[in-house]
């Protein structure tokens, strides 16, 4: 592992004014020293999952997904929670990425964040991203866990404003994703 550790950001969501994204943004802007995190922009290009297609081998998109986890040292996903669970384009790209050979997630240090308007802070689809990291052998982050409720008293024009949050990822749980990586990552 490097010292200089490499975080690749993926955000659940592709909205321009994205919660989930002023959060990993955010993230992205305040890591702690030895940390580097760089989101990853090229959701909206992944295809629709078909076995048929991965038969003529990984679409580019899938492939530049694959390698980029791959070449992290962590994996950062702040997601929002569409019906209880994980938005489409995210599972999509979940299921694209974990095709065997060499499924990019095994071993991974994993951190979750998740960004809603209502009580809970997209809590269920971060649980359901947990419980797919099981099966793909992801090493998850269990605390602290980062649930920013009521979104929309907490960003402004795309950017976390809410001082209690914007301290809590900054001074608490960046530096224990850095740490959980020195720890358990590959
Ligand atoms: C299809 C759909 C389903 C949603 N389901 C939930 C839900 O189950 N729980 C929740 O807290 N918010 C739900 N929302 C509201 C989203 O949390 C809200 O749109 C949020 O701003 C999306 O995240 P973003 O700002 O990062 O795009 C849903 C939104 C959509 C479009």
Redesign the pocket.
Known sequence: MAEMLRVLGL?G?L?A?????AALDFAAAHPPEGMAIEAWDGLADIPPYDDDLRQDGFPPPVERLRRAIRDADGLLIAS??????IPGVLKNAIDWASHPPDQPFRRKAIALMG????A?G?A?AQYHLRQCFVFLDGLVMNVPEVMIAQ?PDRFDHGELVHDPTRSFLRDTFLPAFADWIRRHGT
């Open positions: 955000c969501s909205r004014g994205s919660f989930n994204r929002p929670e569409y019906n209880y669970s960004a809603s308007p209502g809970l997209a269920r979104a």
